[in-house]
């Protein structure tokens, strides 16, 4: 059954986002869009300047949607569907938009982990709106818009027409050293093509693979992940302890993959961006361990995870979505083609050298040792 999909409408303060809301509720050819809307404080300005109310529009008011409203925001989805259901409406695709404060971290780990929500939507993309009149200006205030902009698929360039040609490359450049991954457009008029907002998410079953591997977006990353000197590769021995993890196999004993980490510059150096890709399958174990040590050292750093698996003993691919602590249950695609079997990994981390990332990384090259431990 395929999921609804899901886009996160964020961006700071006065950046554009209701206005490219607004948009696509009248272009007719989006489909029948449910809307969800944050507004910090007690008065929903924000709905009030909608278009298009409709009564799929939910309006939650009691607080930023990032941290005060999260059991407000599964109600709202909650009771989208429960309509649904009931044939009262109709609806191809929801949006949230969030105020201009909002983190866009929890919202993910929401729709994840809420039982029910995680099997009927899908994350189609975090779209971030940016000013270009006072975007410089907001990332280099304060975090919440530089963290949101390294969260984003698709980076909304808004007011583009108000700066000179060269401020707008300038501040475009600097969104995409942020964010390498995500594609950046210019909006009109707060509008932007439907196709360059929608379908850049992490695809669900049904989806294909090179759909999979655009997601990830490996190459984008290549520049910011330089070359290390290789690391040893040691057997890590297989233990007969309990099942866990992502596959379900046999935790290994005695695995160490972070180091400590000393915090980063701030605001723009606090972000880091790696990829890695892996010509050999990968062993289910040694993924589980990985991720497993990786969430448990520096979890609430880990701003995105996105990952293209091939795994040994399985003859199809492997998607899998993290935020900070929370990992998506992988989604295994049933459409592939092709000769190639390579595995694709990017990390967006705050506060996390890039050579600690990339090193990590290396530890998925490690086979184990089929074998068991003493008791």
Request: charged share 20%; aromatic share 4%; hydrophobic share 45%.
């Amino acid at each position: 059954m395929s999921r609804i999909p899901l886009t996160l409408i964020t961006g700071y303060l006065g950046a554009g986002k209701t206005t490219l809301l607004n948009a696509l509720l009248r272009d007719a050819s989006a489909g029948r869009i449910a809307v969800v809307v944050n507004e910090f404080g007690d008065v929903g300005l924000d709905h009030d300047l909608i278009i298009e109310t409709t009564e799929e529009t939910v309006l939650l008011s009691s607080g930023c949607i990032c941290c005060t409203v999260r059991g407000d925001l599964v109600q709202a989805l909650e009771g989208l569907f429960e309509k649904r259901s009931a044939g009262k409406l109709d609806f191809d695709r929801i949006v949230i938009e969030t105020t201009g404060l909002a983190d866009p971290a929890p919202i993910l780990h929401t729709l994840i982990v809420t039982p029910g929500l995680g099997m009927a939507l899908r994350m189609d993309g975090v779209i971030t709106v940016c000013d270009a009149v006072n975007g410089p200006a907001t990332l280099d205030a304060g975090f919440e818009s530089v963290q949101q902009v390294a969260m984003a698929d698709v980076l909304v360039l808004s007011k583009a027409d108000l700066v000179t040609p060269a401020q707008a490359e300038r501040f475009r450049a600097r969104l995409g050293a942020l964010a390498p991954g995500a594609r950046i457009i210019t909006a009109t008029r707060g509008a932007v093509p439907l196709t360059d907002l929608f379908g850049h998410g992490a695809p669900d079953m049904n989806g294909a693979l090179p759909e999979a591997e655009a997601w990830v977006n490996t190459p984008a990353y290549a520049l910011s992940s330089l070359p290390l000197a290789p690391l040893a590769k040691p057997l890590v021995p297989l233990s007969t302890g309990p099942t866990h993890g992502l596959f379900g196999l046999a935790q290994a004993k005695g695995a160490s993959l972070m180091a400590t980490i000393a915090p980063a510059a701030r605001h723009d150096d606090r972000i880091a961006s790696v990829s890695m890709v892996f010509d050999d399958t990968i062993h289910p174990m040694m993924l589980d361990i990985w991720m497993e040590t990786l969430i448990a050292a520096r979890g609430p750093d880990i701003l995105r995870l996105k990952a293209v698996i091939w795994a040994d003993g399985f003859d199809t691919p492997f998607v899998i979505h993290g935020v900070q602590h929370i990992i998506d249950p992988p989604i295994r695609l049933a459409r592939w083609s092709g000769e190639d079997r390579k595995s694709r990994v990017v990390i967006i981390g705050r506060d996390l050298p890039r050579d600690v990332l990339l090193e990590s990384l290396e530890v998925l090259k490690t086979r184990p040792m089929m074998q068991s431990l003493p008791t």
